[in-house]
């Protein structure tokens, strides 16, 4: 059985309750996140006796093992009827669960701090609502290192600068003040490699049906 890609993480003692910042050990947290990342993202990988939510099935599949390869899934089957081969690394998943990766569709991130935080709690893909922000001066270049395994965080997908009559800053706003300037923008974040369009408030009709 072959499977289409998909993300999975390892959830560590899963709870609904995100823990405050003073019960996480980060240091600890990241390196599970490092050494899980590097094994899945290079490796045969089987996580044995896990509990699965695949979200296409309404059955909860428990003491399964699922063997991965890369970013592949390969094969999903009840532990004891799963001979693994001898070339797969095995993680113990007992006690332990694997979920699809979770999506945060509109984020604002900071610093590099945010990226292991998502992961953390499951979030593999989010998508960055605000041109530049905080301590990252560049996300077209950061979501090229995670992408090539540079940096561990979540995918990422980009708006530039919002666009708007008025706004914070240089960093966040690209100012539209005329339907003339539109077009030029518009050829700038489709050139820059931006993924979204993000319109704000101080948006006349005009400017936007433009």
Not at 18 to 47: C, G, R, W, Y
Not at 106 to 130: E, I, K, P, W
Not at 164 to 183: C, I, N
């Amino acid at each position: 059985m072959h499977l289409k890609p998909l993300f999975l993480l390892l959830v560590f003692g899963f709870t609904i309750c995100s823990p405050s910042s003073n019960m996480v050990d980060h240091k600890e947290e990241k390196q599970k996140i490092t050494t899980l990342t590097e094994a899945s993202s290079s490796n045969k990988v089987a996580f044995v006796n896990a509990t699965v939510f695949t979200m296409s099935e309404a059955e909860i599949l428990k003491n399964h093992t699922v063997l991965t390869h890369g970013d592949t899934i390969i094969d999903i089957q009840p532990s004891h009827t799963l001979e693994i081969p001898s070339d797969f690394e095995q993680i113990n998943s007992e006690g332990k669960y694997l979920i699809p990766g979770l999506s945060d569709m509109h984020v604002h991130l900071s610093d590099r701090n945010n990226l292991s935080s998502n992961l953390r709690y499951g979030v593999t893909s989010v998508l960055q609502m605000s041109g530049q922000r905080g301590e990252i001066s560049d996300f077209l270049a950061l979501r090229d290192e995670i992408d090539q395994g540079e940096s561990i965080g979540p995918r990422l997908f980009l708006t530039g600068p919002m666009f708007d009559r008025f706004g914070l800053s240089r960093q966040t706003t690209a100012y539209a003040m005329t339907e003339e300037q539109v077009p030029e923008l518009l050829k700038k974040h489709i050139e820059s490699g931006y993924d979204f369009i993000k319109v704000h408030n101080f948006t006349s009709a005009n400017l936007y049906k433009t």
